[in-house]
């Protein structure tokens, strides 16, 4: 039922003969052992190594310090929300922010209607 016909295919290229006739196989060069570049943690400023990197919206955290700036619970990548690179549980974010209508007000920036307010009162005195 399977059969080859036709004649034998050549050896991958990856494998070369030797003198004896047998193949041997040669490794990929890609590899090295060279030092990877350290994360830091955005949290605690330590090294952050493979098994427990975490990242969100772009920022490498340990598992054990990714939580809310509110609560300080443990967060994960399904339960949690970020405005301006701070990072909160969904409880919290609704409560804080969400209900107000106003994220940059929890935060005490100023406010997106104060900038429409300054456009509105410039483009009156120039028409008048």
């Known amino acids: 039922m399977f059969q080859a016909t036709g004649a034998a ?48 919206d772009k920022f490498v955290f340990h598992n054990s310090c990714f939580c809310c700036k509110h609560c300080h619970t443990k967060l994960s990548l399904g339960s949690y929300a970020a405005l301006h690179g701070e990072f909160y549980c969904k409880p919290h974010f609704q409560q804080l922010f969400k209900s107000k209508g106003n994220y940059d007000e929890g ?10 307010v300054h456009k509105e009162v410039e483009s009156g005195t120039k028409s008048a």
């Open 9 to 56: 295919s050549p050896p991958p290229a990856h494998e070369a003969k030797n003198s004896s006739g047998g193949s041997t196989v040669q490794r990929s060069k890609s590899f090295s052992l060279k030092a990877q570049v350290k994360e830091m943690c955005t949290a605690c400023q330590k090294t952050v190594y493979p098994m427990e990197r975490l990242v969100a």
């Open 107 to 116: 935060f005490g920036r100023r406010q997106h209607k104060e900038l429409w």
